[in-house]
């Protein structure tokens, strides 16, 4: 302890409340000023985050597009063993598989398909056995559930696809493939065309096409699982088919197996598409890197417009400068004020700026129609960036100001 | 040497020290040739004085002000305020002393455009540690003191010059300092406001506040009880 600090009654010293109410009385004493500092890092911020978010966004747009053909389908089926060679299924799915698989979050549509081994099956238009007739290649005869076309992205060109109900009454009903309709003749389903499969005859309700995911639906005969049950002898259903939101493979492969086997998951062979490719990975990093680099610069700009405006700022007030320092503030205390002075400066200018740059992207992406993605991290990153240029742009300001010697400072006058 | 033996030199005795005093301080400026500023001075201000210093432009008024006010180190010799010797003394300790001992008033005023009368006097106050929660009480409490209670909440810009000077001995005293420092008080000031502010400071006597103005006019120095003159760096002592 000194004799100074003995003798020199303590109070309430200069503390950061002071600290902070000096400096930021000092920038609100020119609010003009203010928005001139703030504009270069504003206008850096923003230009960071929209470029970061279109490039994001675009990545996103890539994907869906990716996505839309490749990333929304995924199938489900019994795991096998090989066991000799022999191809084992080591359990079978529930047949209300669809039901289930529906209730997990991202799948949009769900259906079994399974083929029946339609040996000795033959699928005719009349029931008649004519020995003469050249042996024509057989038409394949598939069991799926009410909701499989939606699985599978298919489209109904005549009639109807048949519904829950006919499927849990086991009704006599088809839809035939665009292609198995054209070779067995059936034009039109509005005159209740039947067919016969084996010996008995089943009602042709509807003609199906455009089965991108599943193209052998478009040469079978299709019949509702129940009436394959009841008729065919169909005992477990083979493939279960869904139909995913963009980006939910990963959580529905997760899922999906404990909902169709909860007591045995491992039993279920899952196969979802995974969540990102290399492929748009790269893309986004391209992207990204480009427009990264155009924001840094635009950054710099602004760090240095801080910098500029601080230090004009500080040679404005060195009659304030002097004032303090007569009135007993130390360099550190002066030096501090400024400092914190361009720090808020530059946190304002990296709020309103990140402020603007998800507006920006918000717009741009509603007017495209696109869907904006943005890394709210990245944001907030932005913002304390602003804080941090702010920091930097401060220092020689803040050396410079307290290096003034209250002696000159004092001689100007306000 | 340490701070505690200069001051065991004269504090063995229960004497009061004076408020200021100098002992040979001396301020030479370097160059070629080196000026000095001033030489070698003693003064001694004592606890309710009332001095002036009184001199022409160039006799060394303001080296001897900035010394005064710590503003600047003496050259060699020693400068105490309250006793407490300052010319060796660390950057914070010359800066905690300038704020609880010392009281400026300047020919420029120095009020800050931008914040209001009451908030320009609080200003002094947070870095004289006068606690929080008496800050706006002892400012206002200043300002009523210099008649200004009814400027409160306006901006130096639109006051008077003689108000505006007024402000500035608020901002003074409001630390309760041991001496008022005044460099040419009455400098920017119109002969009405003048003698306003003289008359101000002849209350802040009378109160027991030791005051040391500086000025070059002769009927500003001969308000003091006592005077001094400084010529050509030369400190003397007027009858």
């Known amino acids: 302890m000194t004799a100074v600090a003995q003798r020199v009654p303590r109070g309430d010293r200069f503390g950061a409340g002071d600290l902070l109410a000096e400096a930021a009385a000092g920038i609100g004493a020119r609010p003009g000023r203010l928005m001139l500092t703030i504009l270069g890092t504003v206008l850096g911020i923003a230009s960071v985050v929209v470029t970061v978010g279109l490039a994001q966004t675009a990545a996103g747009q890539i994907n869906k597009q990716f996505d839309a053909v490749a990333a929304t389908q995924g199938a489900a089926e019994a795991a096998t063993s090989s066991l000799g060679g022999d191809e084992l299924a080591l359990g079978t799915l529930p047949w209300d598989a669809p039901e289930r698989a529906e209730r997990l979050n991202g799948v949009e549509a769900a259906g079994l398909v399974s083929e029946i081994e339609a040996e000795g099956l033959e699928v005719t238009t009349v029931p008649v056995h004519d020995p003469s007739a050249s042996r024509t290649a057989s038409t394949p005869v598939m069991a799926t559930s009410a909701g499989a076309l939606a699985a599978l992205d298919g489209r109904v060109v005549q009639g109807r696809y048949f519904d829950a109900g006919h499927d849990q009454r086991g009704d006599r009903v088809v839809v035939l493939g665009a292609d198995a309709a054209d070779r067995l003749g059936v034009v039109r389903v509005d005159r209740q065309p039947s067919i016969f499969i084996g010996e008995r005859a089943y009602q042709v309700i509807g003609v199906v096409d455009d089965v991108v995911r599943r193209t052998d639906l478009l040469s079978a005969v299709i019949l509702p699982n129940g009436t394959a049950r009841a008729d065919l002898g169909l005992t477990v259903p083979q493939e279960l088919h869904l139909h995913l939101q963009v980006g939910a493979g990963p959580l529905v492969g997760s899922q999906l197996p404990t909902a169709l086997s909860p007591d045995a998951p491992e039993k279920v062979k899952v196969g979802v598409p995974t969540g990102g490719s290399a492929v748009q990975r790269s893309v986004q990093a391209d992207i ?27 040679l404005e007030r060195v009659g304030e400068i002097g004032l303090r320092r007569a009135l007993g503030a130390t360099r550190r205390q002066i030096a501090a004020q400024f400092m914190v002075e361009s720090v808020v400066v530059g946190m304002l200018g990296g709020l309103v700026g990140a402020a603007l740059g998800v507006a920006v992207v918000t717009a741009v992406s509603a007017a495209s129609r ?15 960036s602003g804080g941090l240029i702010g920091l930097l742009a401060g220092l020689y300001p803040s050396m410079k100001a307290a290096s003034i010697e209250p002696i000159s400072a004092l001689r100007g006058g306000v | 040497m340490t701070v505690l033996d200069l001051l065991g030199a004269d504090d063995a005795t229960d004497v009061v020290p004076p408020v200021v005093e100098l002992r040979a301080a001396a301020r030479q400026f370097p160059g070629d040739p080196p000026v000095n500023a001033l030489h070698p001075a003693d003064l001694q201000v004592c606890a309710g004085e009332y001095l002036s210093v009184v001199g022409p432009s160039g006799s060394g008024k303001s080296t001897l002000l900035n010394l005064l006010g710590l503003l600047d180190r003496p050259s060699s010799g020693e400068y105490l305020v309250d006793g407490i010797p300052t010319a060796q003394a660390g950057e914070r ?4 002393v300038r704020a609880q001992h010392i009281g400026f008033v300047f020919q420029a005023f120095h009020l800050l455009p931008h914040r209001t009368v009451l908030e320009n006097v609080l200003l002094a106050t947070i870095y004289s540690g006068v606690p929080r929660t008496e800050r706006r009480d002892r400012a206002a409490e200043a300002l009523d003191r210099v008649g200004l209670t009814h400027r409160l909440d306006f901006r130096p810009t639109v006051l008077s ?8 001995v608020a901002r003074a005293v409001v630390s309760q300092p041991r001496v008022l420092l005044a460099d040419e008080p009455t400098g920017n000031l119109d002969s009405e406001s003048s003698a306003a502010v003289l008359e101000l400071f002849d209350e802040l006597h009378a109160d027991g506040l030791t005051l040391l103005v500086i000025t070059h006019e002769d009927d500003v120095s001969a308000r003091a009880q006592r005077r001094v003159r400084i010529t050509d760096g030369h400190l003397r002592e007027l009858a």
């Not at chain 1, 417009?305 to 601080?310: D, K, L, M």
């Not at chain 1, 696109?370 to 304390?384: G, K, Q, Y």
């Open chain 1, 370 to 384: 696109w869907t904006p993605i943005l890394d709210l991290r990245m944001v907030a990153v932005a913002a304390l």
């Open chain 2, 161 to 168: 010059g003689g108000e505006r000077q007024r402000t500035a």
């Open chain 2, 93 to 96: 300790e010359r800066a905690a």
């Open chain 1, 288 to 314: 990204s890197a480009i427009f990264l680099a155009l924001g840094g610069v635009a950054l710099l700009i602004g760090g240095v417009g801080i910098a500029n405006v601080t230090l004009l700022s500080v």
